[in-house]
């Protein structure tokens, strides 16, 4: 694999297409907006707190094929965010040394059914903005909205269905049940449904 950033824990791993990013888990209970952001931001409604960059990610998933599509729009109608679905596996060690292998939707649990989320991720691709005064420009997505599970227009990876961000409408939340303890160090394995 190729690390991508001194500094950051991200990788590309050209031969099996992916990106490969390590983290850990911040939250085990309660209602989310994300499943996983860049480490800083987030934690208090994410599952994961990821040791990256968001815009580093964002190129790593370019570059093994995926293509950002577009984030979800609220104006002048609802319109679903799309990209490249993108599969998330969750690689975690137990205490025991038993490698675990976890579906990232197995984390995250749908309120009103009590079942694992349903949806896969799409590679959104967030935007950017320009700082009026500097002209700098700036990747939305590290704010925090790196792999939502609320719909956000600056989230890198959104579900492709409408999913609320409001407090009282929120539909998932941690399944603490498969989540292994606060603390324990995770690696998330991205990879692109590249159509070949």
């Known amino acids: 694999m190729k690390r991508l950033m001194p500094g950051y824990d991200v990788w590309i791993d050209p031969k099996n ?37 968001a815009y580093a990610v964002h190129a790593a998933l370019l570059a093994v094929g995926a293509q950002a599509g577009t984030p979800v729009e609220f104006q002048p109608s609802y319109k679903p965010a799309t990209g490249t679905q993108i599969e998330i596996t969750v690689v975690w060690t137990d205490k025991a040394g038993t490698v675990h292998r976890d579906r990232g939707q197995d984390w995250v649990r749908n309120v009103k059914t009590g079942k694992p989320m349903e949806f896969p991720w799409v590679f959104a691709g967030s935007g950017f903005f320009e700082d009026e005064s500097t002209h700098e420009k700036h990747y939305m997505a590290e704010s925090g909205d790196f792999i939502c599970v609320s719909n956000f227009p600056t989230a890198m990876l959104d579900l492709p269905v409408a999913s609320s961000q409001s407090n009282d409408e929120l539909l998932y939340q941690a399944f603490t049940d498969h989540i292994p303890p606060l ?14």
């Open 17 to 53: 297409n992916r990106v490969v990013l390590d983290g850990t888990v911040c939250l085990r209970e309660g209602q989310l907006e994300m499943f996983a952001c860049t480490k800083g931001t987030k934690e208090h409604e994410s599952i994961v707190s990821a040791d990256t960059k």
């Open 183 to 196: 603390g324990t160090r995770v690696r998330l394995v991205l990879t692109p449904k590249v159509t070949k």
